[in-house]
T-cell receptor, first 114, second 112 residues
Framework: EAQVTQNPRYLITVTGKKLTVTCSQN?????MSWYRQDPGLGLRQIYY???????DKGDVPEGYKVSRKEKRNFPLILESPSPNQTSLYFC?????????????FGSGTQLSVL | AQTVTQSQPEMSVQEAETVTLSCTYD???????LFWYKQPPSRQMILVIR??????QNATENRFSVNFQKAAKSFSLKISDSQLGDAAMYFC?????????FGAGTRLTVKP
């Protein structure tokens, strides 16, 4: 089944403790991206990647890191999480970056930073 | 930068009735796509419908249709014969080759 697999689904952590949210797609998609969803703000892009070893900042990249060493994986890293990073996170992918391509989303990660 | 505005944080509709969700956007580009995504309580993001900016004909998918007004930069979603399963958060989205943006969302309640 074609899908974007995102883990974990829920995560509670404390300020400053490094964490990684994993994202993997099995559709050979070139484009992958991370979003955070906050009430009243919708989804805002954190980082995106056009292909392997090609990543770029989105609108809210501060406090986050990503890597794209393999085409299928695009992990989101929070080196030193803070309470303002408490949010719902989504990984998404599409065949390419072209505008007609719809995004395939993971099931989301609800992160709470205490 | 492009922006997407959904001016209705919440909407409600009676089952079997019709409801329209509003979306406006701002862009200087001529080639882009517009999307509506549905997010039910399960949190899964589901594509409802998409519209190519170059096509004048409004997209339709079963009970879902759009009213695309390119000059006015408006892209509303009409849901006909509303069902209980339509209750969800709906996000309007814009995508060009260089940008992808979402609106803040409209929470739709369907009353039995």
């Amino acid at each position: 089944e074609a899908q974007v697999t995102q883990n974990p689904r829920y995560l509670i952590t404390v300020t400053g403790k490094k964490l990684t949210v994993t994202c993997s797609q099995n559709m050979n998609h070139e484009y992958m991206s991370w979003y955070r969803q906050d009430p009243g703000l919708g989804l805002r892009q954190i980082y995106y990647s056009m292909n392997v070893e090609a990543t770029d900042k989105g609108d809210v990249p501060e406090g986050y890191k990503v890597s794209r060493k393999e085409k299928r994986n695009f992990p989101l890293i929070l080196e030193s999480p803070s309470p303002n990073q408490t949010s719902l996170y989504f990984c998404a992918s599409s065949l390419s970056r072209t505008q007609r391509e719809k995004l395939f989303f993971g099931s989301g990660t609800q992160l709470s930073v205490l | 930068a492009q922006t997407v505005t959904q001016s209705q944080p919440e909407m409600s509709v009676q089952e079997a009735e019709t409801v329209t969700l509003s979306c406006t956007y701002d862009t200087s580009e001529s080639d882009y796509y517009l999307f509506w995504y549905k997010q039910p309580p399960s949190r899964q993001m589901i594509l409802v419908i998409r519209q190519e900016a170059y096509k004048q004909q409004n997209a339709t998918e079963n009970r879902f249709s759009v009213n695309f007004q390119k000059a006015a930069k408006s892209f509303s979603l009409k849901i006909s014969d509303s069902q209980l399963g339509d209750a969800a958060m709906y996000f309007c989205a814009y995508r060009s080759n260089n940008d992808m943006r979402f609106g803040a969302g409209t929470r739709l309640t369907v009353k039995p």
